[in-house]
């Protein structure tokens, strides 16, 4: 089955810089690529997500980016915001066959 | 409000217990799905359920019965649990249970086993 690795588990950055988040699948099937936002004390919720017809997503700050042959892809935020904070949890799929594996998830904080 | 709704918050129950959590959608999906949340595994899938019917369990003690009377109540039943399974148990649903469907999910229970 499907195998999803995230890293950094952590990461700190200064308000206004740029964060990267990554991930990496095992099954060259999988096809969509979802990003979940967990704010403290709060639900999962849907940020942007992709599907491997496309390399690159927007939406507004945030952006996801899918390298098929290499099998990874990840989550740019830029302009950093305090908001931002948050633990991010990527996550793959053979859409139409399987539930959805997670990662392991990324512990946010961005420093004011 | 996501439309999931989840009952109790928060729960302490004995090992010798024996409780229910529930998980309501108001949302027309067809598949909900039980998580466990906790420090060592962020995001343990447990039990997919599409169309009323368990189509996912993934290696669940049986301390856990999952019931779907109805594709918008999925309850967790539980008895006899160990203090390793406190943890935040997360409800969700979607259109459809296969991938490449958004994943609502409910506030959570705070269970805590003692």
């Known amino acids: 089955g499907e195998n999803v690795e995230q890293h950094p588990s952590t990461l700190s950055v200064q308000e206004g810089d740029s964060a990267v988040i990554k991930c990496t699948y095992s099954?060259?099937?999988?096809?969509?690529f979802p990003w979940y936002k967990q704010e403290l004390g709060k639900r999962p919720q849907l940020i942007i997500d992709i599907r491997s017809n496309v390399g690159e997503k927007k939406d507004q700050r945030i952006a996801v980016t899918l390298n098929k042959t290499a099998k990874h892809f990840s989550l740019h935020i830029t302009e950093t915001q305090p908001e931002d904070s948050a633990v991010y949890f990527c996550a793959a799929t053979v859409s139409g066959n399987t539930p959805l594996v997670f990662g392991k998830g990324t512990r946010l904080s961005v420093i004011a | 409000e996501t439309g999931v709704t989840q009952t109790p918050r928060h729960l302490v129950m004995g090992m010798t217990n024996k409780k229910s959590l529930k998980c309501e959608q108001h949302?027309?999906?067809?598949?909900m799905y039980w998580y466990k949340q906790s420090a060592k595994k962020p995001l343990e899938l447990m039990f997919v359920y599409s169309l009323e019917e368990r189509v996912e369990n993934n290696s669940v003690p049986s301390r856990f019965s999952p019931e779907c009377p109805n594709s918008s109540h999925l309850f967790l039943h539980l008895h006899t649990l160990q203090p390793e399974d406190s943890a935040l148990y997360l409800c969700?649903?979607?259109?459809?249970?296969?991938?490449?469907?958004?994943?609502?999910f409910g506030p959570g229970t705070r269970l805590t086993v003692t």
């Open positions: 099954d060259s099937a999988s096809n969509y």
């Open positions: 969700a649903s979607s259109q459809a249970f296969t991938g490449g469907n958004e994943q609502y």
């Open positions: 949302l027309g999906h067809n598949a």
